[in-house]
């Protein structure tokens, strides 16, 4: 584990070495993405801060809080309904026409619901394109300028720094029995959709893609992150759901990570030497974190709350076998190309 003192450490040290970095939090207006902003916006100097969600009131709160902790900080927000590709897109031309380079893509946005398919006018189910589509939309559209930070020293010791983190959970599809296997007849479970399969899909294609992306773009990290329980808006869309988690959060609150840890430890997993892209030598490979394939300092990292890699698992490892990587970058690009290219809906 790495202590909540390491944490505060590496991060208390970063805003005497990192000056003008920029970041983009998707889901940036609550949650985990929120608190890492914040602690990103504390721990650095004169960042370029963006905040992407739906809610301009939240992201108002957001701003003035950051102005309030860093007058150095230039906080935007994008509003924008990411459950369309479409307005991904626009998003991200928002921000290459503003930014030569983007040091860190984080990345929370999804919903806990109770519906079962919910289809976009794109042809998608909502859910699944805010935990996976929209994500792997952002970094392809992102990835210009995350090459451009990988080129540029971003600490005052050198170091580079260009970094993609996306927060859900790596082991969804192995959890209670799962069988961590994919579909591949029906990658984005048009005909048989069921919200476990819909959790275990976008991780494991998230899993995937980050690894192949890693592989591609050997200058930039990319990392998968579990942030356990934390007390969130997340149950915001189930029924009862307010409720359920003012009755919940008091209980289970021994078991859980408080929202400020959070966003300190998630700080960390996007900036820490231990999670380094695959070609840089940010730190000697015996400090590096084990990556996702089981080699150490890959390029890509499934990680837990406490900054510990999972270990390889089986059934993973068998779906890898498979082709998976491969498979799930030619699916994602054709939905890309048929919907974002062509205009049309999928498939
Ligand atoms: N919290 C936990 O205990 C927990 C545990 C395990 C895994 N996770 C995973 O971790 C991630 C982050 O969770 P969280 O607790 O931080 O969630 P959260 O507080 O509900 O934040 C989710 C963010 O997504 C944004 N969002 C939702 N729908 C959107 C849309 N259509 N367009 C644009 N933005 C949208 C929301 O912004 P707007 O409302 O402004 O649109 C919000 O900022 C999620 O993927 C969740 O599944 C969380």
């Avoid at 709160?61 to 309904?81: E, G, R, V, Y």
């Avoid at 009755?247 to 966003?263: A, H, Y």
Wanted: some cysteine.
């Amino acid at each position: 584990m790495v202590t909540l003192q390491a944490v505060q450490a590496h991060n208390g040290a970063l805003r005497s070495r990192a000056t003008g970095l920029v970041a983009v939090f998707v889901g940036g207006t609550s949650g985990i993405a929120l608190s890492t902003a914040l602690a990103f916006t504390r721990h650095t100097t004169a960042p370029r801060i963006y905040l992407i969600g739906r809610s301009r009131s939240a992201a108002d709160t957001a701003i003035a809080s950051m102005k309030n902790i860093n007058p150095s900080s230039q906080p935007f927000f994008l509003q924008s309904d990411i459950s369309l590709l479409k307005n991904v897109d626009k998003a991200c031309a928002e921000i290459a026409a503003r930014e030569q380079k983007v040091n860190l893509l984080f990345m929370t946005p999804g919903v806990m619901t109770m519906k079962g398919r919910q289809e976009t006018a794109e042809g998608l189910d909502r859910k699944f394109v805010l935990h996976y589509y929209a994500r792997m939309r952002f970094i392809y559209n992102l990835l210009p300028l995350l090459r451009e930070a990988a080129r540029q020293r971003a600490l005052s010791d050198g170091t580079r720094l260009s970094r993609v983190v996306s927060v859900f959970d790596p082991m969804v599809s192995i959890r209670a029995g799962g069988s961590g296997t994919l579909d591949f007849s029906d990658l984005s479970l048009k005909k048989t959709f069921s919200l476990q399969r819909c959790g275990a899909h976008a991780s494991l294609m998230g899993n995937f893609l980050l690894e192949c992306l890693a592989h591609l773009q050997p200058q930039t990290s990319f990392t998968h992150t579990y942030p356990s329980g934390v007390a969130t808006g997340i149950l915001r869309e189930v029924p009862a759901g307010r409720f359920l988690s003012a009755l919940m959060t008091p209980i289970l609150k021994p078991f859980m990570v408080p929202l400020e840890e959070s966003g300190e430890r998630h700080l960390y997993a996007a900036t820490s030497p231990r999670y380094p892209p695959k070609i840089e030598g940010m730190t000697p490979k015996e400090d590096a974190c084990l990556g996702s394939d089981g080699t150490k300092g890959s390029g890509c990292y499934w990680v837990s709350w406490d900054g510990e890699e999972f270990p390889v698992n089986k059934k993973m490892e068998i779906t890898r076998q498979q082709d998976a990587a491969e498979r799930v970058l030619q699916h994602t690009e054709e939905v890309f190309n048929q919907i974002c290219e062509q205009g049309k809906t999928y498939p």
